[in-house]
């Protein structure tokens, strides 16, 4: 019987600390993660290695996640892999401004809990 290939989700997330929680959460459900600290590493990351989802922080150094999002929707073998938002910024614009560039979905960090992300992520995978 064939083993179902693992799913691999990319980790845009310049704070080291909330990486590793959810690289954590997300190994315990079965889900491989690639951590990245700034944008143009997850661009790299991603036609290295493509993910099945990215998680992305909208502020980090080098790149921040609009700018990332933005070349990653115009690039035709990155376009179709969904990404997930998950920042600080909550403002009604910032929310509108990352779903326009094609994000999936957005949440404010301090508002989604651990498990809330994973059952999330869960959904889109």
């Known amino acids: 019987m064939d083993t179902p290939t693992p799913k691999k989700i990319l ?3 310049d704070d080291t600390f909330l990486a590793k929680v959810y690289n954590v959460k997300l190994a315990q459900k079965g889900i ?8 143009q590493e997850a ?7 493509k993910p099945n989802l990215v998680l992305l ?7 921040g996640g609009f700018e990332t999002l933005q070349e990653m929707k115009a690039d035709p073998e990155l376009k179709d892999i969904p990404v997930i938002i998950l920042s600080n910024l ?3 614009e910032d ?8 994000a999936v979905d ?3 960090k ?15 995978l």
Do not use: C, R, W
């Not at 922080?57 to 790149?63: C, E, G, Q, T, V």
């Open 11 to 13: 980790i845009a997330e």
């Open 90 to 92: 909550g403002q009604d």
């Open 106 to 108: 957005y949440f404010i």
């Open 32 to 39: 491989q993660t690639t951590f990245v600290k700034d944008g």
């Open 110 to 124: 301090s508002d989604i809990s651990l498990d809330n992300i994973t059952e999330i992520i869960k959904k889109y």
């Open 57 to 63: 922080d909208l502020i980090m150094p080098n790149k």
């Open 43 to 49: 661009l790299t990351a991603m036609k290295a290695n």
């Open 95 to 102: 929310v509108q401004k990352g779903k326009e560039l094609g």
